[in-house]
């Protein structure tokens, strides 16, 4: 893109200022705002940045019932993007961007009606995440895992999704 300054006409690059904390701040209202807490947990924090590794092992250490009360808990991964664009011209810099989104059970049928949930709001929302730049937003793929934490069972679905972050 071109700037002009005192007269001159400059070319510039897209800015991608903010575009990390934008996006998952973008994600956090849709997923906050839209998919119910399956144990309707009122002024309790159930979505993460990161696993709340902290908290729950105080909470492991008090008893059983605190540990199990963490769950479900879904944690929005930082948000990635390529280094190379996609499309880069005039205008703007297209680049793909990549984040995922776990969600954490102590009960299978969590998981999967969580996982329908968040993908059925991420693909409603389509337009107000193209207002923040990124389109072309879609789920590339899950995964499974499962672990026990002081004999309770936890399960864990990883979703992947990938768009194109539109810097202008």
Do not use: C
């Not at 729950?56 to 963490?70: G, K, P, V």
């Not at 879904?74 to 190379?84: C, G, H, K, T």
Request: no cysteine; hydrophobic share 40%.
């Amino acid at each position: 893109m071109t700037k002009e300054v005192a007269g001159q006409a400059y070319l510039t690059l897209a800015t991608y200022e903010g575009v990390y904390s934008k996006l998952w701040n973008a994600l956090y209202e849709v997923i906050q705002d839209n998919v119910p807490d399956p144990k309707n947990r009122t002024d309790f924090k159930w979505i993460w940045s990161a696993y709340p590794t902290h908290e729950i092992n105080e909470a492991e250490n008090s008893n059983f019932d605190e540990l199990r009360d963490f769950y479900p808990l879904i944690v929005i991964s930082p948000v990635e993007s390529s280094y190379d664009p996609l499309v880069l011209d005039e205008t703007s810099i297209d680049r793909a961007i990549n984040f995922s989104i776990e969600i954490y059970s102590d009960s299978l049928a969590n998981i999967d009606k969580l996982a329908d949930s968040i993908d059925e709001q991420i693909r409603a929302n389509k337009d107000y995440f193209a207002s923040r730049g990124l389109t072309s937003l879609a789920l590339q793929g899950t995964e499974f895992a499962n672990f026990s934490r002081s004999g309770l069972m936890i399960y864990v679905k990883i979703m992947r999704y990938r768009g194109v972050y539109s810097g202008a």
